[in-house]
């Protein structure tokens, strides 16, 4: 029997029971249809010019519809409102974090305009008004609400399913243009880890993936011959940088998990039997 199925808990039964329901709640795509001429702010409805964008060319991974609505709110006062709406949780949160446009609940100020911004789910708002009129943040989050699926602020449930001992704060991303330096084909949640000198990191794919994909993702990696510990058929070995070493796989079922630091082989492969018992065993 192969070795690295003997360290993953027993929930074989269990996961397949999962399977269903993941194929369905973790891709969490926007598609409820939204009457926006009826949303309204503090009880004031949007104005007739709506834009509604199917096609936004704003290069933007994972984009399906950017919507505009002002309000008038008060005498030479009108909230506008862009809404951005992405293929799901994952890549609006990636957005969110790494486009260098947002600044959680601190307000921006661009030009003589203040900007806020609240995501939801797989939903961004931007609310950008009048500099000199301070809109209540609850007000804001209020609108929000209206919204299918409104989950404020945080990281996803998924990032539970890491480890917890030895956590960086700070150093938790979200990856979906590339993963550990090549092309990714799924996107990832990632976390680093230190404990005195030792450093690495680990990684869960948001999803479950297709083993084609895996096995595109795996192909630009640079593969090596582990030394000192008995080699997995099913994982990949591979080195990351300079004395960086790291193992992937693709568990029964389709999530991917790997882990990769300035670790020896045996170090780093305990740690990687560690991360896939967790997020195997995991219900998201």
Known sequence: MNRFFSVLPKFVCAGACFVAFMLCACEQKVEEIVDYTLVCYNDVWPMDEIRIDENPNDDIKALVRRIDLRYPVMLGDTLDVTILEFK????????YMNSGRFQG??????GSFLEQSIRSAARIFIFKHDSFRRYERSDLETYVHQFPNARHGGFPQEFLSLPFEHREPGHTSIQTKYFIGVKAYFPVLAQSYRDADLQ??????WDLVEENDFIAWGRQLSIVQPKGIYRETSTLYFNAGEGVNGMATRLPGGRVVAVWGYLDWTDLERKFFTASDRIYGARY
């Open 88 to 95: 799901s949780d994952v890549y609006a949160l990636d957005y």
């Open 105 to 110: 609940i601190v307000p921006i100020l661009r």
């Open 200 to 205: 690495w990191n680990v990684a869960r794919s």
